[in-house]
């Protein structure tokens, strides 16, 4: 591993893979702590699903998001998370998902506008803003633009620091009040609040640190997870034009209703999260020792899952390498070795939040606008999986 330390730190999620490559399903890490890296998809299964109540979040990864989140539902332990998750499934609910659809369309169509006079446009800040907006106004009914500007200010800060905590790098010199400054813009959220499901839920809570870590969760989660989605998704469909035709033949009319319930937007978002996770690292403690099949993993051992790696896995996908939402591996509904928002229990509550909202984003721009990619924007697996340049496009009206 020391020989591979500055291959790891330029792209942890490129060394997993050739560790996959290299050593199989189960990789044994040479470090005192007992530490394996699980590469397959029936491993990686066993350790979210069949036995998840033997590991545990109690990682260094978690720990250190709980710096940013507190001790909210994305990085709570076990016990925690049990009693957490019944709190705030009402605000994701089928019925609560319902207003969803118009909001996302309303803030596509002004994404759109703003596109449409520009030649050329860099697509990073422009997806973390439309995340954003739509996230404050589907959990808070806000919609005052200068207190999502603060929020995601707060949050680009926050989340750089918690990767300087795991890389053990200084933080910025204007970068170590990230966490008051979040809970400040935080703290405006809250005051400009409407009546929403998910503040109805918050109002549950008597305990406002637990307000204030659901609050933090949602946010930057939900926020991260729609921006990457949408950016990889105009990125790949911007180096493939033809994609975008055959997009539109299948579904020649934009609206909410027609994008959230064609299968080719979805999928077209789906392959996007499947080359480009997210979370792309997901990492347990064993509670109790662990049998993945000839391998028993003591308890303590740290287990390290990647869905960047499983997803790419050439016993489970065609040319796992290449963009194709067409690929036959959809037509059969979610395939195996597919879980970008994770599997099991602990299976991301914000799922079908994020599909609707990165789906009904590209089909809006689709249907104004054309794009190309310009350049190539290469990988950063820090906290998310997000492009390691600035990712543009030249934008034409259709």
């Known amino acids: 591993m020391l020989r591979?330390?500055?291959?790891i730190m330029?792209?942890?999620?490129?060394?997993?893979?050739?560790?996959?490559?290299?050593?199989?399903?189960?990789?044994?890490?040479?470090?005192?702590h007992?530490?394996?890296?699980?590469?397959?998809?029936?491993?990686?299964?066993?350790?979210l699903v069949s036995q998840h109540r033997c590991a545990d979040k109690d990682t260094p990864q978690y720990h250190s998001l709980a710096a940013l989140t507190g001790p909210g539902l994305l990085a709570a332990e076990q016990d925690a998370w049990m009693q957490q998750r019944p709190k705030v499934q009402p605000a994701f609910a089928r019925t609560s998902l319902a207003p969803l659809a118009a909001i996302a369309a309303e803030e596509s169509r002004a994404w759109a506008g703003e596109w449409a006079d520009r030649g050329f446009v860099d697509i990073g800040p422009a997806a973390d803003r439309y995340s954003l907006r739509v996230l404050s106004r589907f959990?808070?009914?806000?919609?005052?633009?200068?207190?999502?500007?603060?929020?995601?200010?707060?949050?680009?800060?926050g989340l750089e620091g918690v990767l300087n905590r795991v890389r053990f790098a200084p933080a910025p010199a204007n970068g170590t009040d990230w966490r008051p400054r979040l809970d400040a813009a935080v703290a405006r959220l809250l005051d400009g609040a409407g009546d929403t499901p998910f503040v109805a839920c918050l109002r549950?809570?008597?305990?406002?640190?637990?307000?204030?870590?659901?609050?933090?969760?949602?946010?930057?989660?939900?926020?991260e997870t729609v921006a990457s989605a949408l950016i990889w998704s105009l990125a790949l469909l911007g180096a493939a034009p033809h994609r975008q035709a055959e997009l539109l033949e299948q579904s020649p009319t934009a609206s909410p209703s027609t994008a959230l319930h064609n299968d080719r937007w979805r999928r077209t978002v789906d392959e996007s999260l499947r080359l480009f996770p997210p979370a792309w690292l997901i990492t347990r403690r064993t509670r109790s020792s662990m049998r993945l099949g000839q391998f028993l993993l003591p308890a303590g051992s740290l287990v390290i899952l990647s869905p960047f790696v499983v997803q790419r896995d050439a016993r489970l996908w065609g040319r796992p390498d290449h963009?194709?939402?067409?690929?036959?591996?959809?037509?059969?509904?979610?395939?195996?070795?597919?879980?970008?928002f994770g599997s099991g229990p602990r299976l991301c509550i914000g799922r079908e939040f994020s599909m609707s909202v990165a789906t009904a984003a590209l089909s809006e721009l689709a249907h104004r606008l054309s794009w190309q990619l310009l350049g190539t924007p290469g990988l950063r697996a820090g906290v998310v999986l997000r492009p390691r340049r600035r990712v543009t496009l030249r934008i034409r009206h259709r």
């Open 34 to 47: 007992p530490t394996y890296l699980v590469t397959s998809w029936e491993h990686t299964r066993t350790v």
């Open 204 to 223: 549950g809570m008597s305990d406002p640190e637990e307000v204030y870590s659901q609050v933090r969760t949602f946010l930057i989660a939900g926020h």
């Open 139 to 157: 959990l808070f009914g806000v919609v005052d633009s200068q207190r999502v500007e603060d929020v995601l200010a707060a949050t680009r800060a």
């Open 4 to 7: 591979d330390s500055a291959g």
């Open 323 to 340: 963009f194709d939402p067409g690929r036959p591996e959809w037509e059969r509904g979610q395939p195996p070795g597919y879980l970008p």
């Open 10 to 32: 330029a792209n942890p999620a490129l060394y997993l893979r050739r560790m996959a490559g290299r050593h199989g399903d189960v990789v044994q890490f040479p470090v005192p």
